[in-house]
């Protein structure tokens, strides 16, 4: 069987057990860049080495127009050792040829914290504008930017005090699609702080003026939508807010940034790394501590502050 039947076939076997999304992203990856270089050989001898020599050439300066990010390689190696991992359990190898290649060293994710000062400023200048409310509820939650676009008004509690992220808005190639959560922590609730109260309630009038008057919101409805209640494209919003920080000559702030900031923000107030976790719908607190590691050694020396004060109240005593 050449890999490339194979690969057609396993494409069809995960297509209903993962996200459209997810399951595009992966059929990109192995039409680019997989099956032209591997898709003729016989699934059966595919080698480890095929599989490292196809990752130096993606990686390679000379690769035409570019070469492949580092980031790009390793996402494509899982790819494979997915697939490969299922064609054993399907007893078509005996063994995964991905597990004996090597993908590269991801690179460390380089992004911008804005301190509560630069925060405030960016409130300021946003009042009145689209961006006002999303970017309000990035910063007092830290919410992805699919969750905060897919975000209902019946995903409030009553008092809106608490937001329960239940889907996320993704990009695909049919267009716009509410997904379920990626993983089992993504879905969760949210104690929304006091600072986001103002934004909801001006929104909700918003809306209702859009609506000639009505007094109630559809339970169903969008908090935040394009002006008509449709749903605003996730790369449309990152646009509009690089087109804003330019406009208005702000520090280079990315609108994922916020994100990050929210939970530097909380870490550096001595909030637990496992409710910055939870608030954030990490897969694993490990994950949260090997994105905010830079955080960890002011939370040291606090540490260390609060223990040589213990021992010196019990010196005294």
Same mark, same amino acid.
Not at 52 to 58: D, I, K, N, P, R
Not at 133 to 141: E, G, N, Q, S, Y
């Given at each position: ?27 990109? &990856? ?12 016989? &699934? !059966?001898? %595919?080698? @480890? ?8 050439? +993606? ?16 996402? *494509?190696? +899982?790819? $494979?050792?997915?697939? +490969? ?6 007893? +078509? ?6 597990? !004996? ?6 690179? @460390? ?13 960016? $409130? ?21 930017? !699919?969750?905060?676009?897919? $975000?209902?008004?019946?995903? *409030?509690?009553?008092?809106? #005090? ?39 309630? /001006? ?5 209702? #003026?859009? /609506? ?9 409805? %969008?908090?935040?939508? /394009?002006?008509? !209640? ?5 790369? #449309? ?16 702030? /990315?609108?994922?940034? &916020? ?7 909380? %870490? ?41 004060? &213990? ?7």
């Amino acid at each position: 069987m050449p890999f490339t039947t194979y690969l057609g076939h396993w494409l069809s076997h995960i297509r209903g057990r993962v996200r459209l999304s997810t399951y595009e992203g992966y059929r990109m &990856l192995l039409q680019c860049h997989a099956i032209p270089a591997l898709g003729e050989i016989e &699934l !059966g001898r %595919l080698h @480890p080495l095929d599989i490292q020599s196809l990752y130096g050439q +993606l990686l390679s300066p000379e690769r035409q127009p570019r070469p492949l990010s580092a980031g790009s390689v390793r996402n *494509l190696h +899982l790819v $494979l050792a997915q697939a +490969l991992k299922q064609a054993v359990s399907w007893q +078509l190898i005996d063994r995964s040829p991905a597990s !004996g290649a090597q993908p590269p060293r991801p690179r @460390p994710h380089q992004y911008t914290v804005a301190d509560p000062v630069l925060l405030r400023m960016l $409130l300021d200048q946003l009042v009145g504008h689209p961006l006002e409310l999303p970017a309000a509820f990035a910063i007092a939650t830290g919410m992805r930017r !699919g969750e905060l676009l897919a $975000l209902r008004w019946s995903d *409030l509690s009553p008092d809106h #005090s608490i937001a329960y992220i239940r889907r996320s808005l993704q990009i695909t190639r049919q267009g716009l699609c509410f997904e379920e959560p990626k993983t089992r922590r993504s879905r969760r609730a949210i104690i929304l702080p006091a600072l986001i109260h103002p934004y909801l309630e /001006r929104q909700e009038a918003a809306q209702q #003026s859009r /609506r000639s008057g009505s007094s109630t919101a559809p339970r169903d409805a %969008l908090i935040i939508d /394009r002006g008509d !209640g449709q749903p605003i494209n996730p790369d #449309s919003l990152s646009s509009a807010w690089r087109r804003f920080i330019r406009g208005n000559e702000l520090p280079a702030i /990315r609108f994922h940034d &916020l994100r990050h900031s929210h939970a530097t923000a909380l %870490l550096l107030q001595g909030v637990h790394p496992k409710i910055v976790s939870e608030r954030l719908g990490h897969a694993s607190i490990g994950i949260t501590l090997d994105t905010y590691s830079h955080v960890l050694p002011t939370m040291q020396s606090d540490a260390v502050t609060a223990f040589d004060e &213990l021992f010196a109240t019990a010196q005294t005593s």
